[in-house]
């Protein structure tokens, strides 16, 4: 049975519209043709998609989609674009429209902060409704990023008295002894990407008075003993190399008014052989209570480089076919 199949012509305003949906010297229309067998091109003021219905009608959702996004003051990038191409497949680049219309807050320098895909759209609006969440999935999908702005946000608008964020100093066993240096020099290569962050929201000069001020603070996980944090919002990060027993000391010094982020990729473990995952054992033991918010990134959610999304489809086909 032949398929059927179908032409449409989307009307363009200007020449700039051209540009923007296909990319400097078309790098965005090669990227979607290289993933479809439907015929692209722009005739005069309008694109010309023809081709197996299916497919054409995935297209003509997607580049209008990016026609409204442009229209509305957005740029969409390249990580943009495979990004609604993966959803005009199903026909939910619709769902774009609404993802980068909301600003989360702003850069230091004034650039506004948005969710990039809708698995990052959930876990800020789980991070704002309840009081522990754990964010899992892999490199590059804005897990800490996201944690640390939402965190920055509830700071200033008052809802928090300080941020704390913390990391498992694994690589080192937890001693830093022999590192050397006074403690903050030992700990800094650790907790590099939280400063990171921060410094992308509050600049480098706002980031230094929060902590002389102590509004912020940076400590290895081994520092959290003994302690109960009230109105607070406590990230931890790298969660994948905590053992159960540090994960629940953890846990438990969530005190009044505070909020908890935990964020890691279960399959970038790095404790020693033998030793079970305190975020694995968490997933397990914690995913009845209906007060804590699980959310699961896939490689779909990765805001980098489109090649890392690949590089990590690679490794756990590999991973998988290993098993």
Same mark, same amino acid.
């Given at each position: 049975?032949?398929?059927?199949?179908? /032409?449409v $012509?989307?009307? &363009?305003?200007?020449?700039?519209?051209?540009? !923007?949906?296909f990319?400097p010297?078309? +790098?965005?229309l090669?990227?979607v043709?290289?993933?479809?067998?439907?015929?692209?091109?722009?005739?005069?003021?309008?694109?010309?998609?023809?081709g197996?219905?299916?497919?054409?009608?995935?297209?003509?959702?997607l580049?209008?989609v990016?026609?409204?996004?442009?229209?509305?003051?957005?740029?969409?990038?390249e990580?943009?674009?495979?990004?609604?191409?993966?959803l005009?497949?199903?026909?939910?680049?619709?769902e774009?429209?609404?993802?980068?219309k909301?600003?989360?807050?702003?850069?230091?320098?004034?650039?506004?902060?948005?969710?990039?895909?809708?698995?990052?759209?959930?876990?800020?609006k789980?991070?704002?409704?309840?009081?522990?969440?754990?964010?899992i999935?892999?490199?590059? /999908?804005? $897990?800490?990023? &996201?944690?640390?702005?939402?965190a920055?946000? !509830?700071?200033?608008?008052?809802?928090? +008295?300080?941020?704390?964020?913390?990391?498992?100093a694994?690589?080192?066993?937890?001693?830093?002894?022999?590192?050397?240096?006074?403690?903050q020099?030992?700990?800094?290569?650790?907790?590099?990407?939280l400063y990171?962050a921060?410094?992308?929201?509050?600049?480098?000069?706002?980031?230094?008075?929060?902590?002389?001020?102590?509004?912020?603070?940076?400590?290895p996980?081994?520092?959290?003993r003994?302690?109960?944090?009230?109105?607070?919002?406590?990230?931890?990060?790298?969660?994948?190399?905590?053992?159960p027993?540090?994960?629940?000391?953890?846990?438990?010094?969530?005190?009044?008014?505070?909020?908890?982020?935990?964020?890691g990729?279960?399959?970038?473990?790095?404790l020693?052989?033998?030793?079970?995952?305190?975020?694995?054992?968490?997933?397990?033991?914690l995913?009845?209570?209906?007060?804590?918010?699980?959310?699961?990134?896939?490689?779909?959610?990765?805001v980098?480089?489109?090649?890392?999304?690949?590089?990590?489809?690679?490794?756990?086909w590999?991973?998988?076919?290993?098993?």
């Amino acid at each position: 049975m032949q398929s059927e199949t179908r /032409t449409v $012509k989307i009307p &363009l305003l200007n020449a700039a519209e051209g540009l !923007a949906v296909f990319g400097p010297q078309d +790098k965005f229309l090669k990227l979607v043709e290289q993933q479809m067998e439907a015929s692209i091109s722009s005739r005069e003021a309008e694109i010309v998609i023809s081709g197996e219905k299916q497919e054409v009608d995935s297209l003509e959702q997607l580049f209008n989609v990016l026609l409204q996004l442009f229209r509305g003051g957005y740029n969409p990038s390249e990580r943009d674009i495979v990004y609604a191409l993966d959803l005009a497949r199903s026909m939910q680049a619709e769902e774009l429209l609404d993802l980068f219309k909301a600003e989360i807050t702003s850069t230091f320098r004034g650039k506004p902060i948005r969710v990039k895909t809708i698995g990052q759209r959930h876990y800020v609006k789980t991070i704002k409704k309840q009081d522990v969440v754990f964010g899992i999935g892999p490199a590059g /999908t804005g $897990k800490t990023y &996201l944690a640390v702005v939402l965190a920055v946000a !509830a700071l200033k608008e008052g809802s928090v +008295k300080r941020i704390i964020l913390t990391r498992p100093a694994v690589e080192a066993g937890e001693n830093l002894g022999f590192l050397p240096g006074d403690l903050q020099e030992k700990v800094d290569p650790y907790l590099r990407p939280l400063y990171d962050a921060l410094h992308d929201v509050l600049g480098p000069d706002q980031t230094a008075k929060a902590f002389e001020r102590g509004t912020i603070e940076i400590a290895p996980l081994a520092y959290m003993r003994g302690r109960t944090l009230d109105d607070a919002f406590i990230i931890l990060d790298e969660a994948q190399n905590t053992t159960p027993e540090q994960m629940k000391m953890f846990l438990t010094r969530l005190g009044f008014g505070s909020k908890m982020v935990i964020t890691g990729d279960v399959t970038q473990i790095d404790l020693p052989r033998g030793k079970n995952s305190g975020l694995i054992e968490a997933q397990r033991i914690l995913r009845d209570i209906e007060e804590i918010g699980f959310i699961f990134f896939t490689e779909q959610d990765v805001v980098r480089h489109s090649l890392v999304q690949k590089i990590i489809v690679a490794y756990n086909w590999d991973a998988e076919n290993k098993a």
